[in-house]
């Protein structure tokens, strides 16, 4: 059961949040704990920040005011990064959002997932739009069925899987080669919440493994996708890794297919 974090009706949250020096002219998301509400308790906001007051009252302005939250392990050559993309839906339409943010992780460090572990347990989340002086120009109370519980488990289920991680040198390589634009766009279609990660991300792993000839990673792979659905999991990342794959020059599905089966890809 999550625990219940909405606000009564009568609380009248702060106008200031109290951030960190080193959050000092970022724009990115960052998990604050506050105890804003005393029938609630300590709770985990996301807060959101701006480089200028001017995008901080645009992005406060922004109706409807669309979060969407997605997690998924990134491949790198030091390690897996679990990787978590806060985004605003632009009111314009169209896929582009009018923010996106990531956040890198260790998956197997338990401290940096503390807060998210803590923000998937609550019940509302509640969001601060803020500017360069972290004066707070909206509040938003979302309702959390994003599903961000779930995808961080499998990410850590997977990650502790493939081995350890070398967080700083494979932020900075992820850093260098995309963008979280790039990266949201790996995933198609677009997602609007987490928990539509999973097949992508073993999609994107077991193609890593195959063309690395990495049997413990592919067995890995198979190990989550048997474990998560069976038979039919391990099904579906294969169809969707075949289809991926089919067109592309030199690319070989069906000989990679049947080298992983051979490595026990398939074993439940």
Known sequence: MKHDTRWSRAHRPARHLPLSSDLAGATCAALVPVASDP??????????????????????????????????????????????????????????????????LDPADATALAPFRRLAAQSCWHLAVLGPDHVVHRWAALDNHFGLGESLEACVELGRALGPTDIAAAARAI????????????????????????????VALLAHALTQRDRTAARAVGAVASARGGMAAMELVLATYRARLGGARGADPDRLSRWWRGVGGWRE
Do not use: C, M, N
């Not at 959101?48 to 979060?67: D, I, K, S, Y």
């Open 175 to 202: 850093e260098r080669r995309w963008t979280p634009l790039d990266v949201l766009a790996a995933h198609d279609p677009p997602p609007v919440a987490a928990g539509r990660f999973l097949v992508d991300d073993l």
């Open 39 to 104: 029938g609630v308790g300590e709770e985990v906001v996301v807060a959101l920040l701006a480089v200028t007051e001017e995008e901080a009252r645009h992005l406060a302005a922004t109706e409807p005011f669309r979060v969407g939250v997605v997690a998924g392990l990134i491949p790198t050559g030091h390690g897996p990064v679990l990787g978590v993309l806060w985004t605003v839906a632009d009111p314009a339409g169209g896929w582009e959002p009018l923010v996106v943010h990531q956040s890198l």
